[in-house]
């Protein structure tokens, strides 16, 4: 265990400690520094990768473990008066860049070259997870900001205590990254697809505010993917996610996980866990036909916010990976009043589908200066890059010239 102390003498002084397991911090006391509020607030909304259960999921299950190369040093600031804990930060030693969605292989790659050990490397993250959310969980009452300004600076004195190049904190909003920025780290960025709810009533409101093309195609894709392939959708939640369930939706897992990236990260042990712990949360997209299940995509629900994640097909038919997750996920989050769908890293066959490019924040800690700057140097290119494609791809975008566009795209 390191222990992190800040030297101010007051009342209010706080110690970090870092812990390579989940079952090392009371449930209780992480869930009201992740999701404070639950469901309730429209200013803080609850996600569910957040959740204790979820990260302890991952490691019960061997998803993220030692074994995989994600060793847990999640950062728990306590108050030194009472040991309450008043911040957390989900944090992992890795030994490779894999399951990130972040890409750093070209730093590794260039700062070995130069000489020096990239790996390990700090990860504060929710692994196997491309989903925007707060990563230093520090509640939201006034003294948050404190809060996770404290947490930064621990963090990178973890950097410096273990000897490590490097930490990365990734899939952040954009408020978390300006601060840490001032901090002292460099701020990435790169791009998304994400539908955003134009207060639609239907998916038939949706499709009026496309380009007749567009509207067109996407009318088609549906009808070959149900109508004329005699597939019926099923929407799956809470008790409904059966251990039959997961062993169905477990094989579409590894059959599409084989040969997309050679190994599944995820145990079927997982399923087992997350369903036992979040079922509530999960919605599972199934498609069925001539009475078996054939493709299924798996959610987890928000109070505002549908996240896609990863589907899975026994058979191949016609466009039916579009219906299933991202033509299901609109109708969901319409039915539901969510505001927006996160389908994933990657992916410009989204844009035709009316999901728009959105800006994804990141941010990294380099413990050597010239190193430092090297990569400095390369966000800034990057960064310009990433606005100038964003831009681009918003022109060629689904909707309708003088039609009403969402509001909250970051183009």
């Known amino acids: 265990m390191v222990e992190v102390t800040d030297e101010k003498p007051d009342p209010d002084d706080v110690t970090i400690r870092v812990v390579d397991s989940m079952s090392e911090i009371d449930a209780t006391a992480w869930d009201e520094c992740a999701n404070p509020v639950g469901k309730a607030s429209a200013d803080f909304p609850y996600n569910p990768f957040l959740t204790h259960a979820f990260f302890l999921s991952l490691e019960e299950s061997k998803s993220a473990v030692a074994e995989t190369g994600w060793l847990g040093q999640h950062l728990v600031m306590e108050r030194a008066g009472d040991n309450s804990v008043i911040g957390v930060l989900p944090c992992y030693l890795k030994n490779h ?26 990860q504060c993250a929710v692994p196997f997870t491309p989903a925007t959310g707060r990563r230093f969980l520090v509640g939201n009452g006034e003294e948050s900001d404190a809060r996770r300004d404290v947490l930064a600076g621990g963090l990178q004195q973890v950097c410096t205590r273990l000897g490590v190049s490097s930490a990365h904190v990734t899939f952040i909003e954009p408020e978390e990254a300006d601060a840490l920025e001032a901090s002292g780290y460099l701020h990435r960025t790169d ?15 949706f499709l009026a505010q496309l380009s007749s093309r567009k ?33 169905i939706f477990y094989r579409f897992y590894v059959d599409t996980g084989s040969r997309k990236w050679g190994r599944p990260y995820l145990t079927r042990e997982f399923y087992n866990l997350v369903g036992q712990r979040l079922s509530k949360d999960i919605l599972l997209v199934m498609a069925k036909r001539d009475g078996r299940y054939v493709a299924g995509a798996i959610n987890f629900i928000g109070s505002h916010t549908l996240y896609g994640r990863h589907w899975g097909c026994v058979e191949e038919v016609p466009f039916l990976h579009f219906e299933v997750c991202y033509y299901q996920a609109i109708d969901y989050a319409i039915a539901n009043g969510l505001d927006r769908v996160e389908a994933g ?40 890059a990433v606005e100038r ?3 681009l791809i918003a022109k060629h975008g689904p909707f309708k010239k003088g039609g009403t566009m969402p509001s909250e795209s970051e183009t």
């Not at 998304?192 to 409101?205: E, G, I, R, S, V």
């Not at 410009?348 to 413990?367: C, D, E």
Request: hydrophobic share 35%.
């Open 345 to 384: 890293a990657q992916g410009g066959h989204k844009l035709a589908r009316g999901y728009l490019p959105q800006i994804t924040h990141s941010a990294h800690y380099i413990t050597h200066p010239d190193f430092r700057r090297a990569v400095a140097d390369y966000l800034e290119n990057e960064k310009r």
């Open 389 to 391: 494609e964003a831009r």
């Open 215 to 247: 509207r067109k195609n996407i009318k088609k894709e549906r009808a070959a993917a149900l109508e004329a392939s005699g597939v019926t959708i099923e929407w799956l939640t809470g008790d409904q996610l059966t251990e039959d369930v997961w062993d």
């Open 97 to 122: 860049s894999q399951g990130e969605y972040v890409f750093d292989h070209g730093w590794a790659d260039a700062f070995e070259r130069a000489g020096g050990a990239y790996y390990p490397k700090l």
């Open 191 to 205: 791009q998304q697809f994400h539908w955003l709810n134009n207060n639609y009533k239907t998916f038939d409101d």
